[in-house]
């Protein structure tokens, strides 16, 4: 273990820390929370897009006829869905760090360098993972309310929407962590180069059956976006790890 000055810690000191921790990432997602509230109508002009444009729809005095908010409070709640979760996603540095700082006195000081990498790999890849998840939107949709009949009208309500928004985001942004995490275990040693390339088979099947399952949609199209950078960042990670175990094995001769 490190030998950090407040290694002895007491129990009170530690739950005082986390709360000074938490306080602090509270603070920041509240502060994303504002951006959300004030950019609101743009945010959800953005996320509306792929069913209908609402700026146009209120210039020509429009209806969109497929999104719509229900009961007397729809439109504060879902005001502050939407604003809580843009606070949530743009204060992720802030929380993420937090986190490690809290866990960091813990750890020896190359698993805290270790570290310190996975959390600047781990945020640009969650957001290319969710930009991807938010451009193929479009084309999901589109093959979903394919499946309604001609002879009906799909009434959706928007928060039911901004949750299915969401799973799409959120999955394409948590798999594209694959590689981070793969070579954050090679990095501390847990698994090799070798072990993560020898099975690579099986990885690819599973990954395509990962994105079978989880994928929004069953068109190839989708399911393709998805599994092709999978499987390259799949053999990246391997890759990388070669290079480590090969770098750490000229160190200890």
Sequence with gaps: ???RGDSGMSLLEHFRELRARVVKSALAILFGALFGWVFYDRIINKLASPFCDLSTARSTHKQCGILYINGVLGPLNLQ???????GLIVSAPVWIYQLWAFVAPGLHARERKNSILFIICAIPFFAGGATLGYLILPTAVRVLMGFTPNSLTNLIRFDDYLDF???VILLFGAAFELPVFLVALNLV???SGRSILKPWRFAIFGIALFTAMFTPTGDPLTMSLLAVPLIAFYFLAGGIALLVDRRRARAAS
């Design 189 to 191: 040693g847990v698994i």
């Design 80 to 86: 502050i869905k939407v604003a809580l979760l843009v």
């Design 1 to 3: 273990m490190s030998n």
């Design 165 to 167: 928004v969401l799973r």
